[in-house]
């Protein structure tokens, strides 16, 4: 379905004499197959192509043969060679466009050649590659056509016809939830994990949907600009935080089943912006949450989206992007969102970078479709442009304060059931909690690391409730060291009446 609807658009396009199509594919043989018979619909008389390994050849689609088979040639030897007549009623396909579109000389005659074009040569040229790059030259001349990934009903396809194929049967479940896993892979990269799944025992299963995710992560991996987080951390890993918990529970149902809650009426969850004190949940939250939703977590670091040239960093932002959607549904977590987008307005190249960055970034959050949950977390929300704050960037903003009595308890019950779960009745956790005014989670995970290892050195065979005593004496707390910071920080979120996330 996708490719009759891509095939239409190509046609509209060299119908209507639009010079130079770039083509953003990773699927090259099956975007050469789609441009072929496009070829024939449109009545054009050949295929002329060039690539780096063989040359140049001349193919009739029509007759399903060459006319001039591959014949190694440079681009520059090329195009000094044919005349325009070779070129009318054809459509000039250019492969391995990243390196060519590097040499001035390149970039003139292709510059030259789409002038002509719509005048006394009626033909069109396709640059087929899987990254763009645009001449400042060409930017006139181009019209950027991005083929992406095969869609959940067009992989629910695939799989059907791979299962027929191979001769077994997999339930519609089944190959409903491996067609929302698939998403982000090409038709190559699913067919590959499809043989391997079956080659183990001849039959796809739930089990096979950990090919699926390391497949992902070896793409994200290969991005260079973005990481895939593994998920370990639980809901209840999180000590309090009770408000924010139970709206992500409520988000979690959704996500679960986008299909039938967009058929009742519910929109997809767009995110949420966790701010707050530092050590106090919030990327513990991000972790947690894509855990609870049962969907990837992708983590975006802002510092890897900064390049050197001019315009690689909003390539860069907007490859993370479709990325994240391509993949989606996943969590995308942004750290320190306002040491990520810091500088915003100020003057110098840097600063007019992260804010066209911030400006990018924004729109995409308005108006993304792709069910892509995004998980923020800031420590310091004064600093961000007020934009962030409004309402339909996110769901809901919450604030993260500093744990109370009872919050603390069940901080230092988890901690402490991690590392020493026997002696945990044993421990007086009210007197503990009571000892820890004004410490965050960070500070009382480090108390009971630092009471077990002491413990231990000690030679004693237990941990009781004085070693946690004597750590805490020997630990400043958040308070103590932030404690004008924290002032400031707290009435900025009282003053933006931020729903607080513990109850």
């Not at 007759?63 to 520059?76: A, I, R």
């Not at 901080?411 to 009571?434: C, M, W, Y």
Request: net charge negative.
């Amino acid at each position: 379905m996708k490719n009759i609807e891509q095939m239409e658009r190509i046609i509209q396009y060299m119908e209507a004499g639009f010079p130079i199509l770039y083509i953003n594919t990773y699927e090259e043989k099956n975007t050469m197959e789609m441009l072929r018979e496009t070829v024939v619909r449109t009545g054009r008389r050949k295929i002329i192509e060039w690539n780096l390994t063989t040359g140049y050849s001349e193919y009739l689609p029509s007759e399903g043969q060459y006319q001039v088979p591959p014949t190694q040639c440079t681009f520059s030897k090329l195009m000094g060679t044919l005349s325009p007549e070779d070129y009318t009623e054809s459509l000039f396909i250019i492969r391995d466009v990243s390196s060519l579109l590097g040499s001035p000389e390149a970039v003139a005659y292709l510059k030259e050649l789409s002038i002509r074009i719509g005048t006394d040569i009626e033909s069109n040229i396709v640059l087929l590659s899987a990254v763009l790059k645009i001449p400042k030259e060409l930017e006139n001349f181009i019209t950027i056509l991005d083929m992406g990934y095969p869609s959940e009903e067009e992989i629910e396809k695939l799989i059907k016809e791979f299962c027929s194929e191979q001769g077994t049967e997999a339930e519609e479940s089944l190959i409903h939830e491996m067609a929302v896993t698939f998403k982000g892979l090409t038709e190559s990269e699913i067919i590959s994990i499809l043989c391997l799944a079956m080659s183990d025992d001849g039959k796809l299963g739930k089990n096979d949907m950990s090919l699926v995710f390391e497949q992902k992560q070896q793409k994200i991996r290969k991005s260079g600009i973005m990481e895939m987080i593994p998920l370990k951390e639980k809901m209840e890993d999180i000590g309090g935080l009770e408000n924010l918990k139970a709206w992500l529970g409520r988000k979690a149902t959704v996500m679960k089943d986008l299909r039938k809650a967009g058929e009742f009426g519910v929109d997809a969850p767009k995110g949420v912006l966790i701010a707050g004190l530092p050590g106090c949940g919030k990327s513990l939250t991000a972790k947690a949450a894509a855990s609870l939703f049962q969907i990837p977590l992708l983590r975006m670091d802002m510092g890897r989206l900064m390049g050197k040239y001019v315009g690689e960093s909003e390539e860069n932002l907007r490859k993370a992007l479709t990325l994240a959607e391509a993949i989606s549904p996943c969590v995308l977590w942004v750290d320190e969102l306002e040491k990520a987008f810091a500088g915003i307005g100020g003057n110098g190249g840097g600063a007019e970078v992260t804010t066209r960055l911030f400006g990018n970034f924004l729109t995409w959050l308005q108006e993304k479709d792709a069910p892509v949950f995004v998980v923020a977390t800031a420590n310091n929300v004064s600093k961000l442009p007020p934009e962030f704050l409004r309402k339909g960037r996110f769901d809901e903003i919450y604030y993260v304060g500093l744990p109370k009595d009872q919050e603390r308890k069940q901080i230092f019950s988890i901690h402490i059931k991690k590392r020493r779960p026997g002696e945990l009745s044993t421990v007086d956790l009210n007197r503990l909690a009571q000892a820890t005014e004004g410490y965050c989670g960070a500070d009382i995970e480090s108390v009971v690391a630092d009471a077990v290892e002491e413990a231990f050195v000690k030679g004693k065979s237990y941990v009781e409730t004085e070693d946690f005593l004597a750590a805490i004496r020997n630990t400043n707390s958040l308070s103590d060291t932030m404690k004008e910071s924290l002032k400031e920080m707290e009435e900025t979120y009282k003053k933006n009446h931020f729903r607080k996330a513990s109850l």
